[in-house]
């Protein structure tokens, strides 16, 4: 049986990748704060240790509260870089990933258009969509696929932090919805299941025609 590592499989987009990896029969690791905290490296390295291959290795973690380059302050800034950058960085250094294996970065749309409220979750995000690609090229001859998925708004709790009342939020997107965690989920299975492997090094933006950017 394939093995799978869904950070933040607990809950949202986590869990509903998590599930949708368990149903083609993987054995998922789903990890919530108390198995991993990626912004404390001691926790990541720890992490790292006790995982140290898989064939599936998903990215996935909380971002930011909302806030505005003038006040975010430097301790936010170094929080951010440990949770959405350098802990995603440790674990790719120290977790091995099986030849024709995938990795997939759960990111935020933001890295394609870059929202003011959300300076710090954009600008690390986009470091590791970097890291991402150089990472998609030193791995191809191995057949490991990486994939980053940029999803717009979700039906998850982070959404309702961002937006507050997301009935109403929703009337104004093109489809007149917002995207379901099972829609991601089912993404991912997908890519899988099919081994779809020459989408690696690419970013996906999954929004539901929300987005300006080609």
């Known amino acids: 049986m394939p093995d799978a590592i869904v950070l933040g499989g607990s809950r949202g987009l986590g869990k509903a990748i998590a599930d949708s990896l368990t149903e083609i029969n993987y054995n998922v690791t789903a990890t919530s704060r108390k198995d991993i905290d990626t912004s404390d490296l001691d926790s990541v390295r720890r ?3 006790l995982h140290k291959e898989t064939d599936v290795l998903v990215l996935n973690t909380g971002g930011p509260p909302p806030n505005t380059f003038e006040n975010v302050t430097v301790d936010e800034w170094q929080k951010y870089h440990n949770q959405l950058f350098l802990g995603m960085c440790v674990l790719l250094k120290n ?3 099986r030849d024709s294996g995938y990795v997939f970065m759960i990111s935020s749309s933001v890295v394609k258009e ?3 409220n959300l300076i710090v979750s954009g600008a690390y995000r986009s470091a590791m969509t970097s ?3 150089v990472l998609s090229k030193e791995m191809a001859q191995r057949q490991v696929s990486i994939i980053n998925i940029a999803p ?9 932090e961002l937006v507050g009342d997301v009935t109403e939020y929703a ?6 919805r917002i995207g379901k965690p099972s829609e991601l989920g ?5 890519i899988i299941e099919n081994k779809v492997k020459y989408l ?3 970013t996906i933006v999954l929004d539901g025609a929300g987005s300006d950017s080609v």
């Open 47 to 49: 992490f790292a240790e």
């Open 95 to 97: 977790i091995h990933i």
């Open 114 to 116: 870059p929202a003011p």
């Open 131 to 133: 890291v991402l690609k």
């Open 152 to 160: 717009g708004p979700m039906d998850t709790d982070r959404l309702k």
């Open 171 to 176: 009337k104004d997107r093109p489809m007149q």
């Open 186 to 190: 089912g993404l991912v299975r997908g």
């Open 200 to 202: 690696s090094g690419q």
